[in-house]
């Protein structure tokens, strides 16, 4: 008998992170449509990624969101890298757009502070009306974590991710959910649901070696590609994100945020 | 001493494009080295040259510059050794700081970024020295270190040269120098 030919599976279109380090790590960028939650502690370098992330989307003509969920966008854009690529045209143009999410929810007129399942759809309907109208290509909520704080329930937040993560990828569009763990947090997200419906895992994290505390990144899954799931030291730069590969020659101490 | 400095550029005029090379060289030869390189190689193949220092404060090697009347234009420094010295020295626009010499990674991460920012050139990367790093990392890291920084620079085509002082080095150092350099060069300093 003859052997039965396998089908190669086929390769899924790439969204182009911009970030050169992470596009290798992802073996060129994330696949599109893909829901990513980017975790980490504060201070490691989260908003930043996905900021750059948004700005390379809107400088290749992708249009791009960013909603901001606690800190008013007007003070982010203020305290913003001073990227070399940056040029406020693109804010001006469309192409980048900044969102308070406080104000959507006053619109819509979701006062409350806890959210039932009625909430959560009209609240994923005005996302998606949203990223239709302005033909939104890359989308970050910075952060989920907050959203999630109104959902209390695991049931809610498990729907509200699930639909959110559906209804965008079928819109094509690639999104990024900032989620904020503790340093002391042993999984990737604060309330256990968001990592296991996310297509993929990026973790930002403080290393602690000899005394000297190095800022990481380390994509634990990805579905839709194959990846490194190694862990890489970073920095940020007016250039935009670097990554190097952790050294592993030294004695590594401790572990803290991820 | 105009010996040393001819016999350095003139070995260094000779390397293949993108080489990465040891240079032993005695104390006594680090500032005829220094300017062999800086004033005489990098500007006549029109490189941005990355200085690494973990031996001395970038300002050191400045001051040392600008008597030599060397320009500082197309010279940036990584100095991984002010910091850690807790000096209040002045901040050098031509200079950027890690914090530890033990930040190895770090110091890759500024190399890179100065890569960057000189994208219009090619560059020549220069690592002050050998010896000062191994003071304070053990040789695994150090070497793990050197091969993906060496093999990096190659790939982007760079010079890499890493300084090693003669009265400092041990067999570890020169095993470690034998494996990520394409040739080391003496400076014997006669003639």
């Known amino acids: 008998m003859a052997p039965r030919e396998r089908a190669e599976p086929e390769e899924r279109e790439r969204c182009i992170t911009g970030v050169d380090g992470l596009d290798n790590i992802l073996n060129g960028g994330i696949p599109r449509g893909n829901t990513v939650l980017v975790t980490g502690s504060v201070g490691t370098g989260k908003t930043s990624l996905c900021l750059e992330f948004l700005v390379h989307g809107a400088i290749a003509g992708e249009n791009s969101l960013y909603v901001s969920v606690t800190e008013n966008s007007e003070k982010l854009l203020a305290n913003i890298i001073p990227y070399d690529f940056f040029d406020r045209k693109l804010i001006k143009e469309g192409h980048l757009v900044f969102i308070d999410l406080p104000v959507i929810y006053e619109k819509l007129g979701l006062e409350k502070l806890e959210f039932e399942f009625e909430e959560v759809n009209i609240l994923i309907t005005a996302i998606g009306n949203i990223v239709d109208e302005l033909k939104i290509k890359r989308l970050v909520i910075d952060s989920i974590t907050s959203v999630c704080y109104r959902l209390k329930t695991e049931e809610n937040i498990r729907d509200f991710i699930l639909k959110l993560g559906s209804m965008l990828s079928s819109r094509g569009c690639t999104s990024l959910l900032v989620s904020e763990i503790s340093p002391a947090e042993e999984r990737y997200s604060h309330y256990g649901v968001e990592e296991a419906i996310a297509d993929g895992v990026v973790v930002t994290g403080n290393l602690e070696r000899r005394g000297d505390l190095l800022r990481t990144l380390q994509v634990v899954k990805m579905r839709g590609t194959m990846h490194s799931r190694a862990k890489y030291v970073l920095d940020l730069t007016t250039v935009g994100v670097l990554l190097v590969p952790l050294l592993k020659g030294g004695s590594v101490a401790a572990a803290t945020g991820g | ?191």
């Open chain 2, 1 to 191: 001493m105009v010996a040393v400095t001819t016999e350095v550029s003139e070995k260094l005029q000779a390397l293949p494009e993108a080489a990465a090379v040891a240079l032993r060289m005695k104390a006594e030869h680090y500032f005829d080295v220094i300017r062999a390189m800086l004033d005489i190689f990098a500007t006549k193949k029109s490189l941005d040259a990355i200085y690494v220092t973990s031996t001395i404060p970038s300002t050191s090697i400045i001051n040392a510059l600008d008597v030599l009347e060397i320009p500082l234009d197309h010279i940036w420094f990584v100095d991984c050794i002010s910091q850690i010295m807790m000096s209040p020295g002045q901040k050098h626009d031509h200079a950027i700081y890690v914090e530890s010499p033990t930040m190895l990674e770090n110091l890759m991460l500024k190399v890179e970024y100065l890569i960057r920012k000189t994208a219009d050139r090619k560059n020549l990367v220069i690592l002050d020295s050998i010896n000062s790093l191994a003071i304070h990392n053990n040789t695994k890291i150090l070497s793990e270190f050197l091969h993906i920084l060496v093999n990096n620079l190659r790939a982007k085509e760079a010079y890499t040269l890493i300084f090693s002082m003669e009265e400092y080095e041990t067999e570890e150092i020169r095993n470690m120098l034998n494996l990520v350099s394409d040739e080391t060069l003496q400076v014997e300093g006669e003639g």
